[in-house]
């Protein structure tokens, strides 16, 4: 670990491997991993941060196909799927707590081939032609900035390549009418010109029956597509063109109300009918110079995501549940498009300045705008029809209709960055970097079809953000690192919020402001018994200012986003692997994690609100009468002392992976994985009633076999053996009638994969 100079040639990037090949005689020992989670390619062992580097490999074995399947993965991490559409990413106890604003950036960043992807809505995407994942664990102040106050996700899909014309196909069929096609090619037009080409189709029945309207919902039908085209001219320039497409048409998600008596985890009742449909794309140009003693990269990239739902907001259908116990609530439709621009160039040092300082600069530009409009329908009758309504219906606070909005929320972000490690000697090194943001968000917001006419809203920013870090190796297979970090994600508008002339207070103002991480960390990472366990570890504290949450406040339809004071995050992680023989390798990943919001903040549960709400209207009480707004108010409580939302105190990830031949036949490699994810509080609020998420426990198999000298190979595949009904997600809408609904992982899986290779 003496070097950390620039590594110019990448290896296979196997976060466990065998060296001399799977059979070869030799005692099998870990390879060196490298990674770019740094914007430069460096050893894993040799990050003074937390990184979790998944292989193509991992990901087969492990069968990870979104980033659902990411949790508990990585150390940390847990993915929920907010409202059925929405993937909220939390890292370390900080996540998307204001993911029911378009504008509100979430907290873990995710980039694609080292373009920053905006839109949350592209986290709904399928994997595809993965050369690794990189799960980068606390906050990244300097390198990337924007949002990653929790952390960020780096995808890196396969390049193409200049040696020959190849490919891979494969088929899987499988329960619930599964249908999963993948193919890629890479095709070489010239000694400078090569394409990159991948194509999947997936295909499932529903998971979940709605039995009050005969829907089958969690169900799967979409296309993913990428292409790739390399053009290297020289040995110092090359150019990178990426087009990739997403389109998927489905009923949409299964998310059961907690006062739904349907029998069973996979059947509902819901009157209303459901539809999710999603188009999302991604154009890229990546232009790379070799200037001798540095290299100078310029990254483009124009994103467009289009997403439009319908769903049964209250979850429940009106038969199965008492008069005034919930307001029935439908929204028809919510429509959102998100159109993004993004350009970075940086500079990466080829060379040591002055023999010990390597660095990289840069700068990156976002320019992001979302179109949205929502229509909720509400059953004012509490006799399960929608009725018409008119605009004059509206003016005169009538009709069967609640929330309505159209606006137009624009982000214009710039940032300057900077970093540099100095080596103080062979064994000691400083890591230092700094990065200077301005963000501005500007937004057009027209309410209730001019009821309250358009409001134009803006909020900016400037925030210095960076990082120190201090590197010492103990050792030519072990690092020990301390670090501090500061992380920012800027602040925002609201779609509505509370009004000076009411007469309860205000809760919800018309913008948010910016939260900030300081960020404590110690850790070590080693190789053990001359390579054969590899073990990392980390532990650390966060002081958390600002959190950006789902607020609701005492006046009816007023709903945004909110700030907590301060709050505090510690939590420690590891991961260990180990050649237990030379054919079987153990695994594991753990995390523990406390969070505690530690400062007095007043807010209003809109379950509580909501309750207080209908049970008024039980009694013939206007929606719009002040008495309605005050016993709203009454509901407000201190959440100080409370857990932060989607935080599970411990999650851990077990694996045993077999590889060995079998006589002459072939090689045979199988992989027995364990999850548990703890229990979680999903709100800040911690409503004993709607927001205590239990812990679930899967296992997964994959078993696969290559005969000797052929080109094709099989697998048989189980997800959530024991069939678990975990609860993947638990959500509650802020801005509709305070239904609560679970969204389960998917039951258990049984499929047979057949692939071949060309």
Same mark, same amino acid.
Request: charged content about 25%; overall charge negative.
């Given at each position: 670990?003496?070097? *950390? ?28 991993? $490298? ?51 929405? #993937? ?10 204001? &993911?029911?604003?378009?504008?509100? &950036? ?16 592209a986290l709904q995407t399928d994997f595809l032609d993965l050369e690794r994942i990189e799960v980068l664990r606390g906050p990244q102040g300097t390198l990337f900035g924007q949002n990653s106050t929790g952390g960020g996700i780096n995808v890196i899909t396969k390049a193409p390549t200049f040696d020959e014309f ?18 890629? =090619? ?9 394409? *990159? ?42 150019? #990178? ?69 319908? *769903? ?19 929204? %028809?439709?919510?429509? &959102? ?92 090194? =400083? ?70 002339? +009411? ?13 900030? +991480?300081? !960020? ?22 966060? #002081?958390?200012? &600002?959190?950006?949450?789902? !607020?609701? %406040? ?9 700030? +907590? ?8 992680? $590891? ?30 549960d809109n379950v509580e609100s909501e309750a207080a709400t209908n049970a008024l209207l039980a009694q013939g009480i206007s929606l719009f009468s002040p008495d309605v707004e005050i016993a709203r108010?009454?509901?407000?409580? %201190? ?68 005969? #000797? ?13 024991? %069939? ?5 997600? *638990? ?19 049984? =499929? ?7």
């Open positions: 670990m003496k070097n *950390r100079r620039l590594l110019t040639a990448v290896a296979s990037p196997l976060v466990i491997a065998v060296s001399g090949g799977s059979w070869a005689q030799e005692a099998p020992v870990f390879e060196e991993v $490298l990674v770019t989670a740094e914007k430069r390619t460096e050893s894993l062992q040799n990050l003074s941060q937390a990184v979790t580097a998944l292989s193509a490999e991992d990901v087969e074995n492990r069968q990870l196909n979104s980033f659902v399947d990411l949790s508990a993965i990585a150390p940390g991490v847990n993915v929920a799927k907010n409202e059925g559409f929405k #993937t909220v990413i939390t890292i370390r106890g900080i996540g998307n707590e204001a &993911n029911q604003n378009a504008i509100a &950036n979430p907290s873990v960043s995710y980039h694609l081939d080292g373009v920053y992807v905006a839109s949350p809505f190849s490919g891979t196909a494969d088929l899987t069929l499988g329960e619930y009418s599964l249908v999963k096609a993948r193919a890629a =090619m890479n095709i070489p037009f010239s000694e400078s010109v090569a394409a *990159r080409v991948s194509v999947m189709s997936h295909k499932h029945d529903g998971f979940t029956d709605n039995v009050g309207n005969g829907q089958d919902l969690d169900d799967a039908d979409s296309i993913s597509a990428r292409a790739k085209l390399l053009i290297q001219p020289s040995d110092t320039f090359s150019a #990178t063109f990426t087009a990739q497409l997403f389109d998927e048409e489905v009923n949409g998600q299964a998310q059961k109300g907690i006062y739904d008596p349907t029998p069973g985890a996979r059947k509902l009742a819901q009157d209303s009918l459901s539809s999710y449909e999603l188009e999302s794309q991604l154009y890229s140009m990546t232009l790379e110079w070799d200037l001798g003693g540095v290299t100078l990269k310029s990254l483009t990239s124009y994103q467009n995501d289009d997403i439009a739902i319908q *769903r049964d907001n209250d979850r429940h259908d009106y038969r199965t549940l008492e008069p005034f116990f919930l307001l029935q609530s439908y929204f %028809d439709p919510e429509t &959102n498009e998100q159109k993004t621009t993004t350009q970075e160039f940086n500079l990466i040092s080829n060379e040591p300045a002055f023999g010990r300082l390597d660095w990289v600069a840069g700068v990156f530009y976002l320019d992001t705008e979302v179109d949205i409009s929502i229509l909720e329908r509400l059953d004012f009758g509490f006799d399960g029809v929608f009725d018409d309504f008119t605009l004059d219906d509206i003016y005169a606070y009538g009709g069967d209709v609640g929330f309505i909005s159209d606006s137009k929320p624009e982000r214009e972000s710039i940032s300057v960055y900077g970093q540099g490690t100095w080596s103080f000697t062979d064994s000691a090194r =400083m890591i230092a970097g700094l990065r200077y943001t301005e963000d501005e968000v500007y937004s057009a917001v027209t309410n209730f079809y001019g009821r309250e006419g358009t409001e134009i809203l803006e909020i900016e920013s400037e925030k210095v953000t960076g990082r120190l870090a201090l590197e010492v190796d103990l050792g030519d297979a072990t690092m020990a690192y301390a670090s501090y970090t500061r992380g920012f994600k800027p602040g925002g508008s609201n779609l509505t919020f509370g009004r000076e002339d +009411i007469v309860s207070p205000i809760v919800v103002l018309p913008v948010f402001e910016e939260e900030t +991480i300081d !960020a404590y960390e110690v850790g070590v990472k080693t190789d053990l018994a001359d390579g054969r366990v590899r073990l990392n570890g980390a532990a650390f504290f966060y #002081t958390y200012d &600002n959190l950006q949450y789902q !607020a609701t %406040d005492p006046e009816v339809f007023q709903g945004g986003v909110g700030n +907590i004071p301060e709050s505090e995050i510690m939590g420690a992680e $590891l991961e260990l692997g180990a050649f237990v023989t030379d054919s079987l390798i153990f695994d594991a990943r753990l995390a523990w994690l406390d969070t505690e919001i530690t400062a007095s903040h007043l807010a209003l108010a009454g509901q407000i409580a %201190d959440v100080k002392g409370n857990e932060l939302a989607k935080t599970p105190g411990f999650t851990a990830n077990l694996a045993l992976t077999y590889s060995n031949a079998i006589g002459s036949w072939g090689d045979f490699e199988g992989t027995l994985s364990y999850t548990h994810r703890g229990d979680f509080r999903h709100r800040i609020f911690n409503n004993p009633t709607t927001d205590e998420v239990d812990s679930y426990d899967t296992f997964d198999l994959v078993l696969r076999f290559s005969p #000797t000298n052929a080109n094709w190979r099989v697998e048989l595949i189980g997800k959530n053996l024991t %069939d678990e009904d975990g609860i993947n997600a *638990r959500f509650t809408d802020v801005f509709g009638v305070g239904a609560t609904g679970d969204q389960f992982i998917p039951p258990r899986q049984l =499929m047979a994969r057949v692939g071949i290779d060309f």
